[in-house]
């Protein structure tokens, strides 16, 4: 799928963004992150695959506008920032709900739900194990956790985790490597990008184990500018007609999506 980017004019004139203005500018602007989240969204601009890319350009062509993609932001807290400035429309890039978020952005209604969940480099984790058991540990968390800057797990970890030690990483393959070389204890995402993890390179459980939390869900939506309430509306109903309104689990989208690739 390719799309247009951004042009000066939008990047520096804030949107209004309600579906009357999206329609009269003849553009659905969409930020999304400049890194690939898979099955979610990834490739280049020219060549954008996923279930987010698909999402877009199927709610600008049900719009009858263009897509434009806007993906200058390194993170997803920074993509949330483009439609807060006015210099984007939605925000489609598996955006977590969270109520920090909430405060400054409105939420579509989901169209995933994902538990949390760990990696946790063995011997580090026997260590701070004590002999105590592991679900003690996990619940009772202590050690050094890694998550992704700008990401919502940043902030899970902090509400979640009072008593860790957070460390933040640019990115999730950094993050890996900590795990892996035992510079972090573990590292806190969701389910679905762990059971990707293992999928992909099966020999890190050598190393490393991982813990789903069940009770702690992800809730995965489409971000839209706060005041845009047809928008909002439009989206929703969008959702419900193309049959998304049913939230998918990290196993039916492995199933569907990573077990192809």
Avoid at 40 to 51: A, K, M, P, V
Avoid at 226 to 245: A, C, I, M, T, W
Wanted: proline letters at 4%; a negative charge; hydrophobic letters at 45%.
């Amino acid at each position: 799928m390719a799309a247009t980017q951004p042009d000066e004019s939008l990047a520096t004139t804030p949107l209004v963004g309600d579906v009357e203005e999206i329609l009269a500018r003849k553009s659905l602007v969409v930020a999304m992150p400049g890194f690939a989240s898979p099955p979610f969204f990834g490739g280049s601009s020219d060549t954008l695959q996923g279930i987010d890319a698909d999402t877009s350009q199927q709610l600008a062509d049900a719009l009858g506008v263009k897509l434009v993609l806007d993906r200058s932001s390194p993170t997803f807290d920074g993509a949330v920032a483009l439609i807060e400035q006015g210099r984007a429309d939605i925000v489609v890039a598996k955006l977590s709900r969270t109520l920090s978020r909430a405060r400054n952005i409105s939420y579509s209604r989901p169209y995933a739900q994902l538990s949390h969940a760990l990696i946790i480099n063995r011997v580090r984790f026997a260590i701070l194990a004590n002999g105590r058991q592991p679900e003690e540990v996990v619940r009772a968390f202590d050690g050094e956790l890694g998550v992704i800057a700008g990401s919502s797990f940043e902030y899970y970890a902090r509400n979640n985790f009072t008593k860790a030690k957070v460390r933040t990483f640019l990115t999730w393959q950094e993050l890996v490597a900590a795990v892996r070389e035992g510079h972090v204890d573990a590292a806190y995402r969701d389910d679905l990008e762990i059971k990707r993890l293992l999928h992909e390179d099966p020999s890190l459980t050598i190393v490393a184990r991982s813990v789903t939390l069940t009770d702690l869900t992800d809730t995965i939506a489409i971000g839209v500018r706060r005041g845009s309430p047809h928008l909002l509306e439009f989206v929703n109903l969008f959702l419900e007609l193309s049959g998304r309104d049913k939230p998918m689990t990290a196993d039916e989208l492995v199933n569907r999506y990573l077990r192809k690739a």
